[in-house]
């Protein structure tokens, strides 16, 4: 593959391009990307494809809004009130790769101040299927919070759109691009390499959640799980494959296939045979030699996690497996029943939303917690954590927006043995200023961690740290 990029680059032939287009996007050299200003008047073509508030607050918070639209877009900004300011950056990348983001507009003033009109974003990246990462600041200048929130809005205007995919796109949490360490065979050492069963308390203590609000953690929890396990290096095929969250349990939807396959024709093959077939429904989704050494090794995609039925996990508890010759069947049935876990196979997690003060003190800047091993708060009181799509889903008093999915994955990473990563644009930083996916300097360190769990140092607080100055 990596012959291919150095053809395509070199050649700069008419015959090339078709070849190039199809690439992974780690291979791929896009055109230069554009933006621009226009004044002019909306395109009668042009296709909504959403709107966002953005509240005003005077540290200057950094926001992110995920949009997937095709390659051109127009952005405008409206509502803002004259003590108010607002910039804007862009960036976008393939929709459902692991691709790193590509910078579009840098620090543009929007919104009905700037008086200038319509933002054009256009990104080039050969899809007509594009995941937009829109970063909006805003600040006021008085020492009171500005009135009147701004109103983002996004229009596509590319010539070829492809047909609208809901969903929250959890790529955009992923930006590892190149992954060299997918040519070497490592050893995965580190304890969360091991674990093959989650169980998550994510009953409330303080502030009284919804069964809206119940399941959007729950969801955001399951994803968070399904992130992880894209970016652990060289971890068992089972690694896992069960997670509980208040009692329902769910697992990685190719061991919910096979399960499902095995039940329907439970005479079809031997238990090798089997057992077998299970392996080659988890293999496409390992990174390096995880698995079967003897396979070449493939690049890892994001699967997420599907309930287990009660048939299903009855069907499992019933089965005699042997862990020598049933090894990946034996750990699915394990985790699924809970019985024969050894001390590294299982893990807990309790998520707490608190209406007061957390572990980590007053501060309002402090927007969640990690006060133990276990335990992670989310300060419920000064911050509401938003679910795009559904406001029923939101939760918290305060006045500031942060994105449920986003906190939760961060605070997750602590719980694998993770510290804080104040480097690049990691996932890990210690503030959402500067926190934004995981990439190849947060997966290394989670291959850093040997066979410990990082440094036991309580309380972490993830916050919302004051800018310096102005931009």
């Not at 927006?401 to 804080?420: C, K, R, S, T, Y």
Request: aromatic share 6%.
């Amino acid at each position: 593959m990596r012959l291919a990029r150095g053809f395509c680059l070199a050649a700069g032939l008419l015959c090339c391009a078709p070849a190039c287009a199809q690439l992974p996007g780690f291979l791929r050299r896009p055109p230069p990307v554009k933006c621009d200003w226009s004044r002019g008047a909306l395109d009668p073509t042009a296709a909504l494809v959403g709107k966002q508030e953005f509240i005003f607050d005077t540290r200057e918070p950094v926001q992110i809004w995920m949009v997937r639209a095709g390659n051109r877009i127009i952005l405008s900004g409206t509502g803002m009130g004259a003590d108010a300011r607002a910039r804007v950056d862009v960036t976008a990348k393939i929709a459902e790769t692991s691709d790193t983001f590509s910078g579009v507009c840098k620090n543009r003033r929007i919104g009905e101040s700037s008086q200038v009109g319509m933002l054009h974003a256009h990104a080039p990246l050969g899809s007509t299927d594009v995941l937009w990462r829109i970063e909006v600041r805003t600040g006021a200048t008085g020492a009171r919070k500005a009135r009147r929130p701004l109103v983002l809005t996004v229009w596509d205007v590319s010539t070829v759109r492809e047909a609208r995919k809901s969903g929250i796109p959890l790529h955009g949490m992923l930006c590892l691009g190149d992954i060299p360490e997918m040519e070497l065979e490592r050893p995965a050492t580190h304890q969360f390499g091991g674990r093959i069963r989650l169980e998550v308390n994510a009953a409330q203590s303080t502030f009284p959640l919804s069964s809206e609000q119940q399941a959007a953690v729950s969801n955001s929890v399951l994803n968070s799980v399904a992130l992880w396990v894209r970016a652990c290096i060289a971890c068992r095929l089972e690694h896992l494959i069960v997670v509980l969250v208040d009692g329902q349990v769910y697992t990685r939807a190719s061991a919910n296939a096979w399960l499902a396959g095995v039940m329907a024709n439970p005479a079809s093959g031997s238990a090798a045979e089997q057992a077998k077939a299970l392996e080659k429904a988890l293999q496409p989704v390992q990174m390096l030699m995880a698995g079967d050494r003897k396979d070449t090794p493939t690049g890892k995609e994001l699967e997420q996690y599907e309930p287990l039925s009660e048939a299903g996990r009855t069907f499992l508890c019933g089965l005699e497996t042997s862990p020598a010759s049933q090894r990946t069947v034996d750990a699915f049935r394990r985790a699924a029943c809970g019985v024969a876990m050894s001390g590294g196979e299982l893990s807990k997690i309790r998520v707490r939303f608190r209406d007061g003060p957390t572990a980590c003190g007053d501060d309002t800047n402090v927007i969640a917690c990690r006060p133990d091993l276990e335990l992670t708060e989310y300060n419920a009181r000064d911050y509401r954590y938003v679910v795009p799509g559904t406001s029923q889903a939101d939760i918290g008093a305060g006045d500031l927006e942060v994105d449920l999915q986003h906190v939760i994955a961060h605070e997750m990473g602590h719980w694998i043995g993770l510290n804080h990563i104040d480097r690049g644009q990691s996932l890990m930083s210690s503030s959402m200023e500067n926190s934004r996916c995981i990439d190849m300097q947060t997966v290394d360190s989670l291959y850093a961690q040997g066979a410990g769990t990082g440094v036991e140092k309580f309380p972490q607080a993830f916050t919302m740290k004051r800018r310096r100055g102005r931009r």
